[in-house]
């Protein structure tokens, strides 16, 4: 494998780069996951998103992700690329690209790894709807960042969990 691509971004995301990162000879599976930004969220007409991260902490997360994924799938590479800055209806906020010997782990691993940015990565993000817009807070949309960012002690906590 190449370098690691854990990696938060403002430019658009390349998926092909992070297939050709993941690819390799014993590679008999890559799996891909590709996160958009939707129109419609819970009734609401989404215009776009504005997404922001603490990038040192995130791109450690997302590297411990990458880990974790090679203790649980051990043959298995995943390359993990988060954009941040604003995004249209459409744009790629997030996309994970995991290549196994077999299919079943690059699945397995895929969904993994989403649902782990969701949980651990200190990234949130401010919808716009038609009438109104608001910072949703953390990935899994269970707090709200008010002022736009997470406090210190959200941070310090989700620095806790690191390792859970």
Not at 66 to 72: C, D, L, N, T
Not at 89 to 104: E, G, Y
Not at 130 to 138: H, N, P, S, V
Request: aromatic letters at 8%; zero cysteines; hydrophobic letters at 35%.
């Amino acid at each position: 494998m190449n370098d690691e691509l854990f990696n938060i971004t403002k430019k658009p995301i390349d998926v092909n780069e992070l297939i050709q990162h993941v690819t390799r000879r014993k590679a008999g599976a890559i799996t891909t996951f590709i996160g958009t930004v939707r129109e419609w969220t819970n009734g609401k007409k989404t215009l776009r998103l504005t997404y922001e991260a603490y990038i040192p902490m995130a791109e450690s997360m997302l590297r411990q992700i990458g880990q974790e994924i090679k203790k649980r799938w051990p043959d298995t590479e995943a390359a993990i690329v988060h954009r941040i800055g604003t995004l249209d209806i459409s744009d790629i906020a997030v996309a994970i690209a995991v290549s196994s010997p077999h299919r079943k782990a690059a699945y397995e691993a895929n969904e993994y790894a989403i649902e782990r940015i969701k949980e651990i990565v200190p990234i949130w993000k401010k919808e716009y709807w038609e009438d109104g817009e608001a910072w949703i807070g953390d990935q899994l949309e269970t707090v709200s960042y008010p002022e736009g960012k997470p406090s210190d002690l959200q941070l310090n906590e989700k620095e806790g969990n690191r390792h859970d």
